[in-house]
């Protein structure tokens, strides 16, 4: 995945979150994307989840640009998994439900949802607590079901954004290692914004943005740069 | 799961207001179902008295849509009767007079002997023996109305009858009608050598076509006449006429409040919703599942609605018919045609009231809504 320039103005202008970020992730990296609030974190990751439209430059999956691409829901359902930060489970839901809802934009029969969704609840440690609603689960369980649900289709890139700044340290250790663990497993791209150091320090690299840039790009297990 | 547990889940997010909601649409079913199956049930009334009584043409003014058109000359009978096909006429006369504490009862005089009395059964004591005789019958359902039984007197209008008989008919427009002798009421109401009806059999076997020159040659000879059907009559009722459009009118009064009350509450679960919209718009739904959703969700809601109003419905028709005021006068039809219609209606209000909080929640760009709090 690729950013090429990319810029991103609210209001008319008047409020620009990124002004011409640039860098590539490569395919199975685990970055961690961090800087202060307002430093376009979040808007970065949205742009590439297809979920916005950059003002400037743009977005590359596997050398094609998003602009072009014709069905960014399908994309978003088959490629992209997202983790957010206050998890977003359906309250109505139970637990293997909400892993379900992303498969409807899968041609797959309710039988094969539900079996799916209990392997991967299976998968992140919550085997126990199928048919649990979210408000019966703790903190960190319902980060595991959101984490499930982001696994629903099998996508290539996981996008999280805070993943564990709702939770106690504790808690955001355990889903840490789930993550990174579901990374070394399944050998997915995965893209962490995260204000957490602790997050930075499990990735392999870390893109650290300011007033709307990258302004560094290491490489935390070996200590040195890979660009700028 | 299936795609419709998250759209029943999401319902019962908040109970309260589906239910209230529920309830409105319930109502203006109900009242949907209640006036449409009076209107439906009044004509059907009609129509099966007409049937009953082996009526093929019915001769009335032209002008005269009401139940009770203005009495005409029975000199015209003769003439009928020389028509090709007519076989028998029989002159009817009839009026909504005030009976003891009765406000309105129907009162019908025939021709003895006729042939309209032919598919009565009587129930109790003896038909009128002849038209110099002041008896009345009385269908069952004015006996019981009316407190009467066989020996005791009705005064209609001046007159004082002795009930000689209770009868059964089909129709309900007759079961709650005092008859007489066609003389008898005649000369009670001043109209002598009056009739408002002629009842007309024809020769069997006469086909469709021969049966429109029949009325086409009525209408001809007699100026300001006109010959119906049994059911062009009922269909041509003014009283009929005002009970379905107001059945008419009140359904579409329901569907607009109805729906306005559903697009209420969908969009403010919309609104509520926003930053939900946005995260399943992030996890791959397509539009057009967020529009199927929010459709979904508020045709459930006005379908549960519609079942529930057309069950409040058939119980406000039974509970009307057995009302003191309207007993004998009126007998809703419940039939699954009728239904059909509450249910239809339930269903134009839930995609009525569906529509446009459906087209706002799918239009949310995802990136705006993730970030709406």
Redesign the interface.
């Given at each position: 995945m690729e950013a090429r320039g990319l810029e991103r103005r609210f209001d008319g202008g008047r409020v620009q979150a990124l002004r011409g970020a640039d860098f590539v992730v490569r395919e199975g990296e685990f970055v961690a994307v961090m800087g202060p609030s307002g430093s376009g974190k979040s808007t970065l990751l949205q742009l590439l989840g297809a979920l916005d439209r950059p003002s400037g430059g743009e977005v590359l999956f596997r050398g094609e640009p998003l602009g072009a691409v014709h069905d960014l829901a399908g994309f978003r359902a088959r490629t992209l998994g997202f983790i957010f930060q206050s998890f977003h489970l359906l309250p109505t839901l139970t637990a293997a439900e909400n892993v379900q809802v992303p498969m409807f934009e899968m041609p797959w029969p309710p039988r094969e949802r539900r079996a799916r969704a209990e392997a991967l609840l299976a998968a992140v440690g919550l085997g126990e607590r199928l048919d649990h609603r979210p408000a019966t689960l703790s903190g960190g369980e319902r980060q595991r079901v959101a984490i499930a649900r982001s696994l629903a289709n099998g996508p290539q890139l996981l996008l999280a954004d805070e993943p564990t700044g709702n939770l106690d340290s504790e808690s955001a250790g355990k889903i840490l290692d789930l993550l990174e663990r579901i990374h070394a497993e399944r050998g997915m791209t995965l893209v962490v914004v995260t204000h957490d150091p602790r997050v930075a320090g499990r990735a392999r690299r870390t893109l650290r943005m300011l007033d709307g840039r990258v302004v560094s790009d290491e490489d935390q297990r070996e200590g040195a740069p890979c660009s700028s | 799961?299936?795609?419709l547990?998250?759209v029943l889940?999401?319902l019962?997010?908040r109970p309260a207001r589906s239910l209230l909601t529920l309830a409105g649409i319930a109502i203006g079913v109900a009242a949907v179902v209640a006036l449409t199956s009076v209107a439906w049930g009044f004509e059907g009334s009609w129509e099966r008295a007409y049937a009953a009584r082996g009526t093929d043409l019915i001769v009335t003014k032209v002008t005269s849509q009401s139940p009770m058109p203005a009495p005409f000359s029975e000199s015209k009978r003769a003439e009928l009767l020389r028509m090709p096909h007519v076989r028998q006429v029989n002159g009817l006369l009839s009026d909504l007079v005030s009976i003891e504490e009765s406000p309105t009862v129907l009162v019908f005089g025939w021709e003895p002997g006729g042939f309209l009395w032919e598919h009565l059964h009587l129930v109790q004591g003896r038909w009128p023996a002849d038209e110099k005789e002041k008896t009345a019958v009385l269908g069952v359902v004015a006996a019981d109305i009316l407190k009467k039984g066989v020996g005791s007197t009705v005064v209609v209008e001046t007159g004082e009858y002795t009930v000689c008989g209770i009868f059964d008919s089909g129709a309900l427009v007759e079961n709650g009608a005092v008859i007489l002798t066609l003389p008898q009421l005649q000369q009670v109401t001043e109209n002598e050598g009056k009739v408002n009806f002629f009842n007309l059999r024809l020769d069997p076997g006469t086909t469709p076509a021969e049966l429109e020159d029949l009325r086409a040659a009525i209408r001809a000879r007699f100026p300001g006449f006109s010959a119906f059907t049994a059911g062009e009559v009922a269909q041509n009722n003014s009283a009929i006429r005002v009970a379905k459009a107001m059945s008419w009118a009140t359904s579409l009064l329901a569907l607009l409040v109805g729906a306005v009350g559903v697009m209420n509450t969908v969009l403010m679960s919309v609104f509520e919703r926003t930053?939900?919209i946005?995260?399943?718009?992030?996890?791959?739904?397509?539009?057009s599942?967020i529009v199927r959703l929010i459709l979904y969700e508020s045709m459930v809601l006005s379908l549960s609605g519609g079942i529930a109003g057309s069950a409040l419905g058939f119980a406000a028709v039974k509970l009307l018919q057995w009302s003191p005021i309207l007993r004998g006068k009126i007998e809703g039809e419940v039939s699954p045609g009728l239904f059909a219609v509450a249910l239809s209606v339930a269903l134009g209000l839930g995609m009525l009231g569906g529509l446009y909080p459906a087209y706002r929640g799918s239009r949310l760009?995802?990136?705006?809504a993730?970030r709406y709090e």
């Open positions: - | 799961m299936l795609f547990t998250v889940k999401n019962l997010r930053h939900e946005g995260v399943l718009l992030a996890i791959g739904w397509r539009r599942r760009p995802p990136g705006e993730l």
